[in-house]
Protein backbone atom coordinates (compact mmCIF):
# COMPACT_ATOMS: atom_id res chain seq x y z
CA UNK A 1 0.00 0.00 0.00
CA UNK A 2 1.38 3.35 -1.03
CA UNK A 3 1.10 6.74 0.87
CA UNK A 4 2.42 10.33 0.16
CA UNK A 5 3.40 11.05 4.14
CA UNK A 6 2.81 14.88 4.66
CA UNK A 7 4.66 16.06 8.00
CA UNK A 8 5.88 18.70 9.71
CA UNK A 9 8.78 18.09 11.68
CA UNK A 10 9.93 20.11 14.90
CA UNK A 11 12.58 20.10 17.44
CA UNK A 12 11.65 20.31 21.22
CA UNK A 13 14.21 20.92 24.05
CA UNK A 14 14.50 17.90 25.97
CA UNK A 15 13.79 20.03 29.62
CA UNK A 16 10.59 20.91 27.92
CA UNK A 17 9.15 17.64 27.38
CA UNK A 18 6.47 17.62 30.19
CA UNK A 19 5.38 21.39 29.22
CA UNK A 20 4.84 19.91 25.94
CA UNK A 21 2.53 17.06 27.29
CA UNK A 22 0.36 19.41 28.82
CA UNK A 23 0.04 21.28 26.04
CA UNK A 24 -1.35 18.85 23.97
CA UNK A 25 -3.50 17.29 26.21
CA UNK A 26 -4.99 20.56 26.31
CA UNK A 27 -5.42 21.37 22.90
CA UNK A 28 -9.11 21.88 22.63
CA UNK A 29 -10.60 19.05 20.30
CA UNK A 30 -7.38 16.53 20.38
CA UNK A 31 -8.23 13.14 21.45
CA UNK A 32 -5.31 10.84 22.80
CA UNK A 33 -4.43 7.73 21.08
CA UNK A 34 -1.90 6.32 23.56
CA UNK A 35 1.39 5.52 23.45
CA UNK A 36 3.62 2.75 22.13
CA UNK A 37 6.97 1.85 22.52
CA UNK A 38 8.09 1.65 18.30
CA UNK A 39 11.27 -0.57 17.73
CA UNK A 40 12.81 0.46 14.39
CA UNK A 41 15.09 -1.10 12.83
CA UNK A 42 16.83 0.53 9.15
CA UNK A 43 18.12 -1.77 6.63
CA UNK A 44 20.69 -1.14 3.75
CA UNK A 45 23.80 -2.73 2.40
CA UNK A 46 27.05 -2.77 4.01
CA UNK A 47 27.70 -0.28 0.05
CA UNK A 48 24.53 1.90 1.05
CA UNK A 49 22.90 0.53 -2.18
CA UNK A 50 19.27 1.63 -1.00
CA UNK A 51 20.67 4.69 -0.07
CA UNK A 52 21.82 5.89 -3.21
CA UNK A 53 18.33 5.09 -4.21
CA UNK A 54 17.52 7.61 -2.22
CA UNK A 55 15.22 4.90 -0.53
CA UNK A 56 14.76 4.15 3.14
CA UNK A 57 13.77 0.63 4.22
CA UNK A 58 12.91 -0.12 7.68
CA UNK A 59 10.82 -2.79 10.06
CA UNK A 60 9.17 -1.49 12.89
CA UNK A 61 7.43 -3.31 15.73
CA UNK A 62 4.93 -2.18 17.90
CA UNK A 63 3.08 -4.46 20.80
CA UNK A 64 2.88 -7.73 18.73
CA UNK A 65 2.56 -6.20 14.94
CA UNK A 66 5.40 -5.64 12.55
CA UNK A 67 5.72 -3.62 9.06
CA UNK A 68 8.47 -3.20 6.59
CA UNK A 69 8.24 0.26 5.31
CA UNK A 70 10.42 1.79 2.20
CA UNK A 71 10.03 5.55 1.75
CA UNK A 72 11.18 6.82 -1.66
CA UNK A 73 12.79 9.78 -2.88
CA UNK A 74 10.94 12.96 -1.04
CA UNK A 75 11.38 16.79 -0.90
CA UNK A 76 11.77 18.92 2.57
CA UNK A 77 10.38 22.32 2.29
CA UNK A 78 11.58 24.41 5.74
CA UNK A 79 10.25 21.56 8.52
CA UNK A 80 7.38 20.19 5.80
CA UNK A 81 8.57 16.69 4.83
CA UNK A 82 6.81 14.65 1.65
CA UNK A 83 7.96 11.10 0.88
CA UNK A 84 6.27 8.21 -0.82
CA UNK A 85 6.50 5.43 1.57
CA UNK A 86 5.17 1.77 0.77
CA UNK A 87 3.82 -0.38 4.09
CA UNK A 88 3.83 -4.12 3.96
CA UNK A 89 2.55 -6.25 7.38
CA UNK A 90 5.11 -8.98 7.61
CA UNK A 91 5.77 -11.75 10.43
CA UNK A 92 9.05 -11.92 10.66
CA UNK A 93 11.96 -9.13 12.19
CA UNK A 94 13.61 -9.14 8.18
CA UNK A 95 12.46 -7.44 5.58
CA UNK A 96 11.62 -9.09 1.96
CA UNK A 97 11.64 -6.33 -0.72
CA UNK A 98 9.95 -8.82 -3.36
CA UNK A 99 6.68 -7.87 -1.36
CA UNK A 100 6.71 -4.27 -2.38
CA UNK A 101 5.07 -3.13 -5.82
CA UNK A 102 7.67 -4.50 -8.65
CA UNK A 103 7.49 -0.86 -10.30
CA UNK A 104 9.22 0.73 -7.07
CA UNK A 105 12.19 -0.28 -8.39
CA UNK A 106 14.85 0.71 -11.63
CA UNK A 107 14.89 -1.71 -13.69
CA UNK A 108 18.38 -2.48 -13.05
CA UNK A 109 18.35 -2.94 -9.60
CA UNK A 110 18.54 -7.08 -8.97
CA UNK A 111 16.46 -6.60 -5.66
CA UNK A 112 16.80 -10.38 -4.48
CA UNK A 113 20.83 -10.22 -4.93
CA UNK A 114 20.18 -6.81 -2.48
CA UNK A 115 18.01 -8.61 -0.21
CA UNK A 116 20.45 -10.96 0.52
CA UNK A 117 22.97 -8.40 1.61
CA UNK A 118 21.25 -6.31 4.03
CA UNK A 119 22.04 -5.75 7.31
CA UNK A 120 20.59 -3.71 10.29
CA UNK A 121 22.79 -0.28 10.27
CA UNK A 122 21.27 1.33 12.32
CA UNK A 123 18.03 1.58 14.97
CA UNK A 124 15.03 3.97 16.31
CA UNK A 125 13.39 2.85 19.41
CA UNK A 126 11.15 5.58 21.08
CA UNK A 127 8.05 5.95 22.64
CA UNK A 128 5.16 7.62 20.97
CA UNK A 129 2.75 9.74 22.16
CA UNK A 130 -0.55 10.42 19.83
CA UNK A 131 -3.28 12.76 19.24
CA UNK A 132 -5.49 13.22 16.90
CA UNK A 133 -7.62 16.68 15.73
CA UNK A 134 -9.35 18.18 13.04
CA UNK A 135 -8.44 21.92 12.44
CA UNK A 136 -11.49 22.95 10.00
CA UNK A 137 -11.80 20.08 7.30
CA UNK A 138 -8.00 18.73 8.14
CA UNK A 139 -7.32 15.69 10.06
CA UNK A 140 -3.52 16.35 11.88
CA UNK A 141 -2.49 13.24 13.89
CA UNK A 142 0.16 14.44 16.75
CA UNK A 143 3.27 12.37 17.52
CA UNK A 144 5.87 13.19 20.11
CA UNK A 145 8.18 10.71 20.32
CA UNK A 146 11.13 10.20 23.13
CA UNK A 147 13.88 7.94 22.71
CA UNK A 148 17.52 7.30 20.87
CA UNK A 149 19.01 6.61 17.70
CA UNK A 150 21.38 4.03 17.94
CA UNK A 151 24.48 3.01 15.94
CA UNK A 152 26.50 0.49 17.78
CA UNK A 153 27.83 2.12 21.30
CA UNK A 154 26.72 5.49 19.90
CA UNK A 155 22.72 6.76 21.17
CA UNK A 156 21.59 10.45 20.15
CA UNK A 157 18.44 11.45 22.05
CA UNK A 158 15.23 11.66 20.08
CA UNK A 159 13.18 14.63 21.45
CA UNK A 160 10.75 15.22 18.30
CA UNK A 161 7.39 16.40 17.70
CA UNK A 162 5.41 15.46 14.36
CA UNK A 163 2.85 16.38 12.84
CA UNK A 164 0.80 14.65 9.90
CA UNK A 165 -1.34 15.43 7.49
CA UNK A 166 -3.91 12.23 7.17
CA UNK A 167 -6.39 14.41 5.42
CA UNK A 168 -7.06 18.30 4.15
CA UNK A 169 -4.59 20.95 3.39
CA UNK A 170 -1.35 21.29 4.60
CA UNK A 171 -1.91 24.92 5.94
CA UNK A 172 -3.60 23.32 8.97
CA UNK A 173 0.15 21.79 10.13
CA UNK A 174 1.40 25.34 10.42
CA UNK A 175 -1.85 26.44 12.23
CA UNK A 176 -1.49 23.55 14.93
CA UNK A 177 2.06 24.55 14.83
CA UNK A 178 2.13 28.09 15.63
CA UNK A 179 -0.46 27.68 18.27
CA UNK A 180 1.89 24.63 19.70
CA UNK A 181 4.75 27.54 19.72
CA UNK A 182 2.72 29.77 21.77
CA UNK A 183 3.43 27.90 24.67
CA UNK A 184 6.09 25.92 24.02
CA UNK A 185 9.79 26.54 22.12
CA UNK A 186 10.16 24.54 18.53
CA UNK A 187 12.37 24.72 16.16
CA UNK A 188 11.96 23.45 12.34
CA UNK A 189 12.89 19.73 12.19
CA UNK A 190 15.14 19.27 8.81
CA UNK A 191 17.10 15.53 8.94
CA UNK A 192 14.79 12.82 9.61
CA UNK A 193 15.89 10.13 12.34
CA UNK A 194 17.28 8.01 9.25
CA UNK A 195 19.64 10.74 8.36
CA UNK A 196 20.68 10.59 12.10
CA UNK A 197 21.00 7.10 12.01
CA UNK A 198 23.14 6.97 9.02
CA UNK A 199 25.24 9.33 10.42
CA UNK A 200 25.92 8.04 13.63
CA UNK A 201 26.44 4.81 11.88
CA UNK A 202 29.11 6.38 10.42
CA UNK A 203 27.46 6.05 6.90
CA UNK A 204 27.25 9.68 6.13
CA UNK A 205 29.32 13.29 6.17
CA UNK A 206 28.90 15.94 8.26
CA UNK A 207 27.05 19.14 6.55
CA UNK A 208 29.25 21.67 5.44
CA UNK A 209 28.61 25.29 4.33
CA UNK A 210 31.06 27.99 3.52
CA UNK A 211 29.32 31.25 3.34
CA UNK A 212 26.66 32.68 1.58
CA UNK A 213 26.61 32.67 -1.87
CA UNK A 214 25.15 34.02 -4.81
CA UNK A 215 21.41 32.41 -5.39
CA UNK A 216 20.18 31.02 -8.52
CA UNK A 217 17.38 32.52 -9.53
CA UNK A 218 14.56 30.69 -11.15
CA UNK A 219 15.53 30.52 -15.21
CA UNK A 220 11.85 32.53 -16.62
CA UNK A 221 12.59 35.22 -14.22
CA UNK A 222 9.15 35.30 -12.99
CA UNK A 223 9.11 37.28 -9.78
CA UNK A 224 6.29 34.75 -8.31
CA UNK A 225 9.27 31.84 -8.78
CA UNK A 226 11.72 34.10 -7.56
CA UNK A 227 10.10 34.92 -4.18
CA UNK A 228 9.70 30.95 -3.61
CA UNK A 229 13.38 30.93 -4.54
CA UNK A 230 14.42 33.39 -1.88
CA UNK A 231 12.14 32.21 0.57
CA UNK A 232 12.96 28.23 0.18
CA UNK A 233 16.69 29.07 0.02
CA UNK A 234 17.26 31.58 3.16
CA UNK A 235 15.65 28.52 5.39
CA UNK A 236 17.03 25.56 3.34
CA UNK A 237 20.73 27.88 4.23
CA UNK A 238 19.44 28.98 7.91
CA UNK A 239 18.27 24.89 8.97
CA UNK A 240 21.69 23.65 7.37
CA UNK A 241 24.10 26.20 9.36
CA UNK A 242 21.96 25.54 12.30
CA UNK A 243 22.59 21.80 12.29
CA UNK A 244 25.92 22.37 11.83
CA UNK A 245 26.68 24.57 14.41
CA UNK A 246 25.33 21.80 16.87
CA UNK A 247 28.26 19.68 16.71
CA UNK A 248 31.06 22.71 15.98
CA UNK A 249 33.49 23.60 18.77
CA UNK A 250 35.95 25.04 16.87
CA UNK A 251 35.54 29.04 17.67
CA UNK A 252 36.59 30.34 14.26
CA UNK A 253 33.67 27.89 12.40
CA UNK A 254 31.50 29.56 15.40
CA UNK A 255 32.18 33.27 14.23
CA UNK A 256 31.41 32.25 10.58
CA UNK A 257 28.67 29.92 11.13
CA UNK A 258 26.79 32.51 13.27
CA UNK A 259 27.78 35.40 11.07
CA UNK A 260 26.05 33.73 8.30
CA UNK A 261 23.21 32.28 10.18
CA UNK A 262 22.64 36.12 10.57
CA UNK A 263 22.88 37.04 7.35
CA UNK A 264 20.22 34.27 6.35
CA UNK A 265 18.00 35.61 8.39
CA UNK A 266 18.40 39.18 7.01
CA UNK A 267 18.29 38.53 3.71
CA UNK A 268 14.71 36.67 4.70
CA UNK A 269 13.48 39.66 6.46
CA UNK A 270 14.83 41.76 3.58
CA UNK A 271 13.04 39.52 1.15
CA UNK A 272 9.81 39.65 2.64
CA UNK A 273 9.58 43.81 2.64
CA UNK A 274 11.03 43.63 -0.79
CA UNK A 275 7.56 41.77 -1.60
CA UNK A 276 5.27 43.71 0.69
CA UNK A 277 4.79 40.55 2.90
CA UNK A 278 6.45 41.68 6.01
CA UNK A 279 3.46 42.04 8.54
CA UNK A 280 4.08 43.82 12.15
CA UNK A 281 3.80 40.51 13.66
CA UNK A 282 6.81 38.84 11.59
CA UNK A 283 8.61 42.13 11.93
CA UNK A 284 8.82 41.96 15.47
CA UNK A 285 10.00 38.47 15.53
CA UNK A 286 12.57 39.43 13.64
CA UNK A 287 13.25 42.30 15.82
CA UNK A 288 13.66 40.13 18.92
CA UNK A 289 15.77 37.06 16.90
CA UNK A 290 18.15 40.20 15.91
CA UNK A 291 18.56 41.07 19.74
CA UNK A 292 19.33 37.38 20.42
CA UNK A 293 22.56 37.97 17.51
CA UNK A 294 24.03 40.97 19.55
CA UNK A 295 26.62 38.66 20.77
CA UNK A 296 28.34 38.12 17.29
CA UNK A 297 29.63 41.14 16.20
CA UNK A 298 32.27 40.43 19.41
CA UNK A 299 32.23 37.15 18.29
CA UNK A 300 33.72 38.29 15.04
CA UNK A 301 36.08 40.40 17.07
CA UNK A 302 37.43 37.83 19.06
CA UNK A 303 38.15 35.44 16.24
CA UNK A 304 39.93 37.75 14.48
CA UNK A 305 41.88 38.21 17.01
CA UNK A 306 43.11 34.70 18.05
CA UNK A 307 43.07 33.50 14.00
CA UNK A 308 46.14 32.73 12.59
CA UNK A 309 47.99 32.61 16.07
CA UNK A 310 47.34 36.17 16.61
CA UNK A 311 48.32 38.04 13.14
CA UNK A 312 46.37 40.83 13.97
CA UNK A 313 48.66 41.99 17.19
CA UNK A 314 51.75 42.00 14.61
CA UNK A 315 55.02 42.08 16.35
CA UNK A 316 53.23 44.00 19.85
CA UNK A 317 55.35 42.51 22.58
CA UNK A 318 52.61 41.67 24.84
CA UNK A 319 51.24 39.21 21.88
CA UNK A 320 51.13 36.21 24.12
CA UNK A 321 49.17 37.56 27.03
CA UNK A 322 46.74 39.28 25.19
CA UNK A 323 46.21 36.08 23.68
CA UNK A 324 45.63 34.28 26.23
CA UNK A 325 43.57 36.38 27.49
CA UNK A 326 41.04 37.04 24.99
CA UNK A 327 41.12 33.11 24.49
CA UNK A 328 40.13 33.22 28.29
CA UNK A 329 37.37 35.61 27.38
CA UNK A 330 35.91 33.59 24.80
CA UNK A 331 35.83 30.72 26.83
CA UNK A 332 34.12 32.55 29.68
CA UNK A 333 31.47 33.89 27.17
CA UNK A 334 30.45 30.02 26.40
CA UNK A 335 29.58 30.74 22.65
CA UNK A 336 28.88 27.12 21.48
CA UNK A 337 26.18 27.37 24.50
CA UNK A 338 24.41 30.35 22.48
CA UNK A 339 22.13 27.91 20.42
CA UNK A 340 20.52 26.11 22.86
CA UNK A 341 19.81 29.47 24.99
CA UNK A 342 18.15 30.77 21.53
CA UNK A 343 15.91 27.53 20.78
CA UNK A 344 14.43 28.43 24.42
CA UNK A 345 13.09 31.21 23.22
CA UNK A 346 9.73 30.82 21.37
CA UNK A 347 10.33 33.68 19.11
CA UNK A 348 12.68 31.91 17.18
CA UNK A 349 10.22 29.08 16.35
CA UNK A 350 7.59 30.78 15.47
CA UNK A 351 9.61 32.70 12.98
CA UNK A 352 10.53 29.58 11.56
CA UNK A 353 7.08 28.42 10.96
CA UNK A 354 5.87 32.04 10.14
CA UNK A 355 8.21 31.94 7.03
CA UNK A 356 6.91 28.49 6.31
CA UNK A 357 4.10 29.88 6.09
CA UNK A 358 4.84 32.32 3.76
CA UNK A 359 6.65 30.13 1.40
CA UNK A 360 3.96 27.40 1.35
CA UNK A 361 1.25 30.42 0.33
CA UNK A 362 4.19 31.40 -2.32
CA UNK A 363 4.18 28.16 -3.81
CA UNK A 364 0.73 28.07 -3.81
CA UNK A 365 -0.11 30.93 -5.36
CA UNK A 366 -1.97 32.82 -2.71
CA UNK A 367 0.55 36.12 -2.94
CA UNK A 368 -0.87 38.45 -5.36
CA UNK A 369 1.91 40.35 -7.00
CA UNK A 370 0.61 43.21 -8.10
CA UNK A 371 2.44 46.21 -9.92
CA UNK A 372 5.57 44.78 -9.79
CA UNK A 373 7.95 45.32 -12.61
CA UNK A 374 9.78 42.27 -14.10
CA UNK A 375 12.97 40.29 -12.08
CA UNK A 376 15.40 42.15 -14.04
CA UNK A 377 14.26 45.63 -13.39
CA UNK A 378 13.39 44.59 -10.28
CA UNK A 379 16.27 43.80 -8.80
CA UNK A 380 17.86 46.85 -10.56
CA UNK A 381 15.57 49.02 -8.71
CA UNK A 382 16.34 47.22 -5.46
CA UNK A 383 19.90 47.69 -5.42
CA UNK A 384 19.63 51.11 -6.67
CA UNK A 385 17.71 51.74 -3.49
CA UNK A 386 20.46 50.27 -0.97
CA UNK A 387 22.84 52.13 -3.09
CA UNK A 388 21.63 55.04 -2.36
CA UNK A 389 20.88 54.56 1.48
CA UNK A 390 24.63 53.61 1.57
CA UNK A 391 25.72 57.05 -0.72
CA UNK A 392 23.38 58.74 1.76
CA UNK A 393 24.78 57.13 4.82
CA UNK A 394 28.70 57.46 3.59
CA UNK A 395 29.09 60.46 1.20
CA UNK A 396 32.27 61.03 -0.53
CA UNK A 397 32.79 64.71 0.64
CA UNK A 398 32.45 63.19 4.33
CA UNK A 399 35.19 62.39 6.23
CA UNK A 400 34.14 58.64 8.46
CA UNK A 401 35.17 58.12 11.95
CA UNK A 402 35.04 54.56 13.55
CA UNK A 403 32.08 55.77 15.55
CA UNK A 404 30.54 56.32 11.98
CA UNK A 405 31.73 53.04 10.93
CA UNK A 406 30.23 51.22 13.89
CA UNK A 407 26.88 52.73 12.75
CA UNK A 408 26.60 51.97 9.07
CA UNK A 409 28.06 48.36 9.35
CA UNK A 410 24.23 47.24 9.66
CA UNK A 411 23.04 48.80 6.30
CA UNK A 412 26.34 47.72 4.12
CA UNK A 413 25.84 44.13 5.49
CA UNK A 414 22.03 44.63 4.26
CA UNK A 415 22.96 46.27 1.04
CA UNK A 416 25.76 43.25 0.52
CA UNK A 417 23.35 40.40 0.99
CA UNK A 418 20.84 42.29 -1.57
CA UNK A 419 23.87 41.30 -4.24
CA UNK A 420 23.88 38.24 -3.24
CA UNK A 421 19.85 37.80 -4.00
CA UNK A 422 19.95 39.14 -7.67
CA UNK A 423 23.65 39.13 -8.11
CA UNK A 424 23.52 35.98 -10.79
CA UNK A 425 21.45 38.30 -13.32
CA UNK A 426 24.84 40.08 -14.00
CA UNK A 427 28.46 39.92 -15.62
CA UNK A 428 30.20 39.03 -13.13
CA UNK A 429 33.80 40.72 -13.57
CA UNK A 430 31.64 43.87 -12.77
CA UNK A 431 29.72 42.39 -10.65
CA UNK A 432 32.90 41.65 -8.25
CA UNK A 433 34.59 44.53 -9.50
CA UNK A 434 32.38 46.35 -7.40
CA UNK A 435 31.38 44.84 -4.94
CA UNK A 436 35.14 43.83 -3.69
CA UNK A 437 35.89 47.14 -1.91
CA UNK A 438 32.74 47.44 0.23
CA UNK A 439 32.91 43.52 1.26
CA UNK A 440 36.55 44.75 2.41
CA UNK A 441 34.68 47.92 4.45
CA UNK A 442 32.71 45.28 6.38
CA UNK A 443 36.10 42.98 7.01
CA UNK A 444 37.73 46.59 8.13
CA UNK A 445 34.27 47.62 10.40
CA UNK A 446 34.91 44.15 12.24
CA UNK A 447 38.59 44.77 12.26
CA UNK A 448 37.72 48.14 14.45
CA UNK A 449 35.69 46.20 16.53
CA UNK A 450 38.45 44.12 17.59
CA UNK A 451 40.79 46.34 18.32
CA UNK A 452 37.80 48.00 20.82
CA UNK A 453 37.95 44.68 21.99
CA UNK A 454 41.52 44.76 22.67
CA UNK A 455 41.26 48.81 24.32
CA UNK A 456 38.96 47.59 27.02
CA UNK A 457 41.16 44.34 28.19
CA UNK A 458 44.01 46.97 27.89
CA UNK A 459 42.22 48.94 30.37
CA UNK A 460 40.85 45.83 33.00
CA UNK A 461 44.64 44.10 32.63
CA UNK A 462 46.28 47.41 32.66
CA UNK A 463 48.29 46.06 29.55
CA UNK A 464 50.32 48.88 27.34
CA UNK A 465 48.86 48.74 24.24
CA UNK A 466 46.82 52.15 24.00
CA UNK A 467 49.90 53.86 21.78
CA UNK A 468 49.97 50.63 18.96
CA UNK A 469 46.56 50.79 19.39
CA UNK A 470 45.95 54.01 18.33
CA UNK A 471 48.40 53.87 15.60
CA UNK A 472 46.89 50.37 13.88
CA UNK A 473 43.74 52.18 14.16
CA UNK A 474 44.88 55.12 12.60
CA UNK A 475 46.48 53.06 9.25
CA UNK A 476 43.24 51.03 9.28
CA UNK A 477 40.98 54.06 9.26
CA UNK A 478 42.90 55.94 6.25
CA UNK A 479 43.03 53.10 4.19
CA UNK A 480 39.33 52.19 5.00
CA UNK A 481 38.50 56.06 3.87
CA UNK A 482 40.52 55.56 0.54
CA UNK A 483 38.81 52.15 -0.12
CA UNK A 484 35.35 54.10 0.18
CA UNK A 485 36.02 57.06 -1.60
CA UNK A 486 37.13 54.94 -4.30
CA UNK A 487 34.33 52.93 -4.70
CA UNK A 488 32.07 55.32 -4.38
CA UNK A 489 33.40 56.27 -8.15
CA UNK A 490 33.31 53.17 -9.27
CA UNK A 491 30.29 52.78 -12.25
CA UNK A 492 27.24 50.52 -10.32
CA UNK A 493 26.75 46.72 -12.23
CA UNK A 494 23.23 47.23 -12.64
CA UNK A 495 23.16 50.26 -14.42
Known amino acids: MMDTEIELKLFV ?20 QGSHLLVNKYFD ?50 PELSLFPAHIWPETVNINSINSQLKCIFETNFTRHTWHIYIQDSLIEIAFD ?8 LTDPICELELELLAGDANALLQLATDIAKSVPLRLGKASK ?38 ETGLERWQLIESILIDTSDIHQQGLLWSQLRACVRLLRMTL ?16 LESDFSFIPALQAHCLIVADDGSLLAKSAQKSGVLTSVEQHIEQ ?15 YGQLQLALVELLLNSQQGRHQLVNYPELGLFAN ?18 DMSIVDYRQVEQALDESILVGFAYGELYLSTERETFRAPWQDLAL ?12 QLSHEQQLDLESWLSNKESSLLLAMEHSRKSALNVKPYWK
Not at 146 to 153: K, R
Not at 444 to 455: D, E, K
Request: charged letters at 20%.
Open 333 to 347: QQYQAKLAQIWQQAH
Open 194 to 231: AQRGYFLAGKSQAATFAKIGYIALPTDKSLDKTLTTLL
Open 45 to 94: TETLVLRQLKMGLRVRKRDAYREQTIKTAGKVVGGIHSRPEYNVEINVNE
Open 13 to 32: PAQLTDLLKETLNNIPGATT
Open 444 to 455: GITTLHAYQCLR
Open 146 to 153: EGNVIAGQ
Open 273 to 288: SQFGLLNQQVDELFDL
Open 381 to 398: LLQQDSWKRIVDLMPQQA
